[in-house]
């Protein structure tokens, strides 16, 4: 069999765990599996000899297959599932070549495929879900044991105010509860049975489509849909555009802990590890191997998503190179979410975090940080943007000539009539200016509790 | 003020009514509607004189405003927020100065252009909301009409199997009802005040900022969220994804109308009318021009959906570009598709079908299109794979010889000695092989039904 | 080694040459030969040994590595060279300890990595141009075949005028030739060394940086660029834009066969052949399967253009992330498009043509696509737009009352008084309409012949 | 008219010399134009009287239209052509009703707005290679300024060895050269008349098709096509590609100002200026304003390529909407990335170092940043893995004990055996470690003076 872009890379970039579900064999289980249900629903609904059903279901086994002449058929058969079936129904035949009749009775190459890559997207949510819960829980207590830890806040990439890590861990918790919700909402979209036929109708079972579809559905323990959705690629695409929001999110987190590693900001660090982030030539590095990867993951994302929406438009009962350009589009965006999820809680897990250094940091600029405070103190007394302005002098004046915003300001007449030295020591320690953070932090916290218990 | 790519082609490629939610105009006053809002909020809490609200408010006018300066300093600010606020306190201080010192308290630049956008979204969703329902209605209308017209399935743009014309109304409507479901889900966590000064703690207010944050969010009639998403993107990313699955679906109806509007294939039709679909050379051209409009904007709208995705990165407590990339993104892709909307319910409200060529076109293979048909009541008897390959055989030898498949097959003798010349005509009858079309789309109907009893 | 989205559709989806090229093995093997040819070239300038050239060099075979481990230990370090270099440091020591001192001496992760990958692209790029040529030679035979072979031209999926298919085919060469054009511009932009060291000023190499990379680009035949280029990927980001292009005319292609191939138009097709195309259900079905696959390449090639794309932005002196999605996106684009102009290729070197079918689709619409014929004859004689207008009344006619347009004209006395029998005979025949169709197609094939002469 | 999604935020995140010429007014000059040469190529070549070309020419203004009613009518005839060439052909006839007769004779509206498109293309280009000149100009004499100015070298945003701020620049100056080597190249196929009538065939022309072909194409100075490119879209996806390489290295200089620009860096700043990167609320900041519109850029580019190549797949001689799709994604990126271009531009004419602050950083680590200087000098005694160990050790040692590098390793009686305080001092100086990063600037340099006597 030729071979891909590798599979090197996938314990880096990807999930081992779903690599080995959306693995080929993976992907032919899957289908088998179907075959299998298939074979017991139609016996049940007595549309196949009850007698067929164990026979295919015992052939239904990934190992049995000549994995190699699959690719090579499916070059000219356009898809797996028809010289999947041809090697399926030789196995049975070989057993009772009455059963071997039955094989994949009634159903269509897209109802194998497609319910096959549901059968794997079920497999693969426990695993993506148990991740999902551990950054949870993780960024939770991280949100509560910093919520009075003063931090640098910035925005533009320059030091705007203080904040607190808390309520930076409570950011990026906040938009992963609701990531969670998301997944709750579609999961009964997604975990859905595909099964029509040739052309959707399931004309070929005649008047039992409905019930074989019904039985056929619980045997995968798959919801059954109205109708199928062979050109209707909504269901997929949604989970498709759920990993992207997902990868979005880690890609953020990554982002700033990438920039707080910063040799030049230093106050957050990827836990370290025996041969972990080493460089091949400077002894002294230390990577981030972790947001390297989420990073990677992120920028990849939104291509692959956008692959699977321009997918969409497929033709008339089915598409015609559309579907296919899913089947790799899809798991490839799964397994690399999956894996960057994996990195990002075990990256938050063991983060280290130096609050000495973001104490010294919020020193950095001689006060500059402090600058609204004092502008919000005086604001009330000489108007808003009066004292911008003159804050705004004061500033430039401080870092020209390289002293510190509390000197300069008690310095200025004008400024001095309104703030006293004790006044401007408060208004100078950061922990007097962190307006709500606490309560925010709290207030998300709240929600975490809240739908932690909702999902006991 | 210089101009972007231009507005001229709005009508034809966008909708008209959030063509004017997101003009300029309606961009600077969602801004002002925050500024007005705020002030009365901060009133009402006691955190600014209560006095100062209805002359701050009196002046959040876009039609006060200069706007191409506007556009000038926001070259140098980097965003709209700083001009526009310099400007509202200038026109408000020409009234009272004392107001003039509590415009835009508290608050930041994000704060105000978020929460405006939040405010045009707002605003947008019900004109939305209308052309969803209609198409909605349109499509079960259809569906319910022709759930009994026999059409050409298609798979792979070729000539599969029958299928109603019922069916594919059906397989339109059902994404759709979806897509409806996800709207509902995704609104509360879409239409939520955006509120945290300059580092989003609030500072700047002390210990009052959640009662502010609760203040504004009433009487903005947003919802209040548990902390600022200055950096957290997922609440616009999502509604975008959502805009792009739906774009998705809609280029999946014009793909299909597209192709049955065919001259080759000429089953069904954009709605006629005076000037509609000429060409500029060609007398008898009748074009497709909805289904254009309609397939633009689905391929426009993934790479979309990829830059809001790509721009969630949003470093620290606020982004550096990524957010600037969304502010023309996400209006683009909502005109666009609510534009494709309106066109997708205006096409299928006026949709011309001509029955009578869709049987012809069911006749236009000589039998082929039933074959299936005709291998499933002998595949029970000779077995699947033996009965596909010998009607094989027999589709090959009609196709060379031009003949009708029914006469072929009469023709061999193992095929004769199981199906008389009874049984061959019921095959060959198209109503005859439609399986569970009907009871598919009575499905998708109940769904709508039950659906829109709901929303009563 | 845990495994990815599998290999399993790469004779489908992709190309197996490339498949191989790009394979972990190959990959691995790149790498090694950089290892092989730096050692050289180090002992040529005199930086290493002589003596530990060869040794380290005897090593350098992916056969030897412990694939599985490098996978692991690439997750902790963060890349793949960093490991393998351990891997072959050890190997050389267990031959010759003095060499393994010198085992990558001077270079940096990234240089083996990237040079590693330009050594695969530059096996690969001769693979690719032999199907291109392949393709532009059967294109321009096709083209000169059917120079005055009617057919149907199509705007707007609607019958428009006449055309030739020669010109359809010279169509499709066209943009090819400036494809070949493009790619031999950047080929001496792609195929350069990678090589700067730890932070690109080749530090560890003293005064002999130049030299070296002057020395190890002859080894390994590729131009030496004048400086590093770790974090300006413009030369991948290059070829992927190729690529994509590339992607999109033979998308364009295959969409137009695969609409000429519809049951309803059947006018082209693919190539037959044994078990070609074929339906698990449908015996009658000959399924586009090479257009499916080709369509599916064009669907995934701007998301993953995009991809590398959003990659450029590498930080300082290298990435963080964005590089490392350089690693999957661009072996997966070239493997897709490779193997997409491979099956343009066969399919256009067997497709089946039926001029009969063509000649009776131009007669389908009752003299309308003639109708531009008539008005421009007319037009010199009553003005373009009243022509025009006449014309148009006369062809909604002839469509309501399902009556030729000939024999509608004839009635109309206005246009009688115009055109006679005889003219309107001429006007009725395609092979009077073709304006420059010919012409055109000899002058693409003029610059086929010219191209193919000046590459002798 | 209705309004899009406005025009204010030009001045910021777009150019204002392309937003003119592709605003409304500028795109139907475009067509005009087209229509006044397509009357005066056909006047002298013959095909319709020479009196009529001046009298058809003198309407084409774009200030005559009626736009809002064009908007309204392309949303009816799915294009803009088509009204205006109604309205040409009225004005024209007030004038001389013979000439009408004339207006358009032989054209489609596709040859119209392709070719107006062109224009508008040819005039943008001077205005963007002058930015591109200039920025490439600026960037050189940084090169040259700076090529011993030491600077810390990043890799994977950690520091990693010293570099020359030259080298940073010459890194920066490299891919521009490229791009602009490509542009060259490009032009030949981007500015290229499209001229096909209805179908591509010109019938309309009779024999004359070619003739008037050359004529309109040296009347537009532009160049004339083999055959028309209507459906063949390579040319101005081509375009687009290359904007989006050239997005994707101004992206990429942006963040590295961006990161060098941060409160805890401080080695280089946009330009200063009255008004420029204040703060709504803090009167201290200083925000990266033209990296932000810059970045904005590079973010949106990706999805905009990705529409352009995914438009590709134009089905027949004419496509169905994803023509359409280019009408705004490639003006969009084109007014985008001018705009990043003159931000860029601008932005590094008036960059402040600070190369004080660069020395401090390089002192920042205590000496790490020198610790592959030691390891190379030691390797060549102890072999590099040995050496890399040791020194690893001695690296870590030094930052959990707070002390400097070159005493850690002095106080080490192997490395002090082999390296004596001589050894260190030099080995410590940043100026002794630069490899070839001066001869590396030089060589861009050079290439850069080379490119530049071409250009003459």
Same sequence: chains 1, 2, 3, 4.
Wanted: glycine content about 8%; charged content about 20%.
């Amino acid at each position: 069999m030729t071979s891909g872009a590798g599979q090197l890379l996938n314990p880096l970039l990807g999930s081992r765990a779903l690599g080995e579900i959306f693995s080929d064999r993976g992907r032919l289980q899957g289908m088998l599996d179907f075959e299998a249900a298939l074979a017991r629903a139609e016996a049940a609904v007595g549309v196949v000899p009850a007698a067929a059903a164990p026979v295919i279901a015992a052939q239904c086994d990934a190992a049995r297959l000549d994995v190699a002449a699959l690719g090579e058929a499916a070059a000219l058969s356009g898809n797996l599932a028809i010289p999947l079936v041809k090697q399926l129904t030789a196995l049975v035949a070989r057993q009772d070549s009455d059963a071997a009749r039955f094989v994949h009775w009634g159903a269509t190459s897209q109802d194998v495929m497609d319910s096959g890559l549901v059968l794997q997207l079920k497999a693969a949510l426990p695993r993506l879900e148990a991740d999902f819960a551990r950054l949870i829980d993780t960024l939770a207590a991280l949100a509560a044991r910093h919520r009075r830890t003063p931090a640098v806040g910035r925005t533009w990439l320059q030091h705007a105010l203080p904040v607190t890590f808390g309520l930076k861990a409570a950011g990026w918790l906040d938009p992963l509860l609701r990531h969670r919700e998301r997944l709750a909402e579609l999961k009964p979209r997604l975990l859905v049975l595909q099964f029509g036929g040739a052309a959707g109708t399931l004309a070929s079972l005649g008047d039992r489509g409905i019930a074989v579809t019904e039985a056929l559905a619980r045997e995968l323990q798959l919801a059954a849909p109205a109708l199928p959705w062979h050109a209707a690629r909504d269901r997929v695409a949604e989970f498709a555009a759920w990993l992207g929001l997902l990868a979005g999110t880690l890609g953020k987190i990554a982002r700033d802990i990438s920039l707080l590693m910063q040799t030049d900001v230093a106050e957050a660090f990827e836990p370290a590890g025996e041969g972990r982030g080493g460089s091949s030539t400077m002894p002294h590095k230390r990577n981030p191997v972790a947001c390297a990867a989420i990073l990677a993951t992120a920028t990849r994302a939104p291509g692959l998503v956008a692959t699977m929406l321009a997918a969409m438009g497929q033709e008339h009962e089915r598409g015609l190179g559309n579907w296919h350009a899913e089947w790799t589009a899809l798991p490839e965006l799964a397994i690399a979410t999956a894996g960057a999820l994996e990195q990002t809680a075990d990256m938050m897990a063991g983060l280290e975090l130096d609050p000495v250094r973001m104490q010294r940091n919020l020193q950095a600029t001689d006060g500059l940080i402090m600058a609204e405070a004092v502008m919000m103190a005086l604001g009330g007394k000489l108007g808003r943007l009066v004292a911008h302005d003159r804050i705004e002098a004061a500033c430039k004046l401080a870092a020209a000539e390289h002293r510190h915003l509390r000197e300069v300001l008690a310095a200025d007449p004008v400024i001095a009539a309104e703030l006293d030295a004790a006044s401007l020591d408060r208004l100078f320690d950061p922990l007097n200016y962190l307006g709500s953070a606490e309560a925010m932090t709290d207030r998300v916290l709240a929600l975490y509790q809240a739908k932690s218990q909702e999902r006991r």
